[in-house]
């Protein structure tokens, strides 16, 4: 299972270095002919995985490093701070993807479709 689960997070990390074509095309391996109640809990599994390396951007952003949820990528993670998230606004690009995250869970809890959602989140980063 942690071996799935790191799979899962390297994957969602490499999202914030892909164009927006690459990021669309990674969520189509995810809902590959999946519909229904699996789809929104793909989504959600999905959206707690950006979550998470959201925060420990936002913890090493701020030399919190002791902390991470997701230590077994901290040279990624400090990769993509220098080369990706300060070029994009630093903390207040963080914070925003904070609120597509909240959004997205509003938008699942009220039964949109989950890939549109996604789309909408993908588009941001």
């Given at each position: 299972y942690y071996?799935?689960?790191q799979i899962k997070a390297k994957a969602?990390?490499?999202?914030?270095?892909?164009?927006?074509?690459?990021?669309?095309?990674?969520?189509?391996?995810?809902?590959?002919?999946?519909s229904g109640r699996e789809a929104v809990n793909i989504a959600l599994d999905f959206i707690e995985l950006l979550e998470g390396i959201t925060r420990d951007f936002m913890l090493l952003s701020n030399n919190q490093n002791d902390i991470l949820q997701h230590g077994f990528?901290?040279?990624?993670?400090?990769?993509?701070?220098?080369?990706?998230?300060?070029?994009?606004?630093?903390?207040?690009?963080?914070?925003?993807?904070?609120?597509?995250?909240?959004?997205a869970r509003?938008?699942?809890?009220?039964?949109?479709?989950?890939?549109s959602v996604l789309d909408n989140v993908l588009i941001y980063l």
């Open positions: 071996e799935v689960y969602v990390l490499n999202l914030f270095e892909q164009n927006l074509v690459s990021r669309l095309a990674a969520l189509d391996s995810w809902f590959s002919k999946k990528l901290g040279q990624d993670l400090k990769k993509i701070i220098s080369e990706v998230i300060r070029k994009k606004g630093g903390q207040e690009y963080l914070l925003n993807i904070f609120a597509k995250i909240q959004e509003t938008y699942l809890a009220a039964n949109v479709n989950p890939r």
